[in-house]
């Protein structure tokens, strides 16, 4: 197992499209290991396989307090989502430290394939179904904070790029 590299938004990458993965074999397994890894790694509770720059539709979740419970979602799709929605706090670890209010539907029913290859229909409310929603939004291409303003956006995204130039700065070697 090995960490991978979060990407950052705004990073172009987070915007495409992942593919359906073909067959759920030893490298979709070592994937999914290493995705694992990463995401205990950074304190998170969900990654979409997009998110470490492997477009393929690919998402784990751990939202246990225990954080003992994974859960892996190969090629997922909602099938249904409930009328009602909830609004509350997200955050991302491809864009750190910053939290805002996204609107979701409080019900989800999600079909994917499981590390066997099984297909599996779950059902979700709460913390967990606005994960679901949240992580297969990457698989579109989509970050959370295109549902925020564009004003927000617009700061956020200078906030983030000004961290990452002074991230830079000091790694830098000096001559």
């Not at 925020?148 to 790694?171: D, G, T, V, W």
Request: charged fraction near 30%; hydrophobic fraction near 40%; include cysteine.
């Amino acid at each position: 197992m090995a960490q991978l590299s979060i990407l950052r938004y705004p990073d172009p990458r987070l915007h495409k499209v992942a593919q359906p993965v073909g067959r759920v074999d030893a490298r979709a397994r070592a994937l999914v290991a290493d995705m694992l890894e990463t995401m205990y790694a950074a304190r998170g509770i969900g990654l979409a396989a997009t998110q470490v720059d492997v477009h393929e539709r690919v998402v784990v979740i751990d939202v246990s307090e225990e954080r003992n419970q994974p859960l892996v979602l190969i090629n997922p799709e909602i099938t249904w989502a409930s009328p009602e929605r909830v609004r509350g706090d997200e955050g991302c670890l491809s864009v750190p430290d910053i939290y805002d209010g996204v609107e979701r539907a409080a019900r989800v029913k999600v079909t994917a394939l499981d590390l066997d290859g099984q297909s599996r229909t779950l059902e979700a409310d709460g913390l967990l179904a606005v994960c679901i929603q949240h992580e297969l939004d990457h698989l579109q291409g989509k970050v959370f904070v295109e549902y925020l303003s564009p004003l927000k956006r617009s700061r956020i995204k200078a906030k983030l790029q000004k961290q990452e130039r002074e991230r830079l700065k000091q790694s830098a070697p000096a001559l």
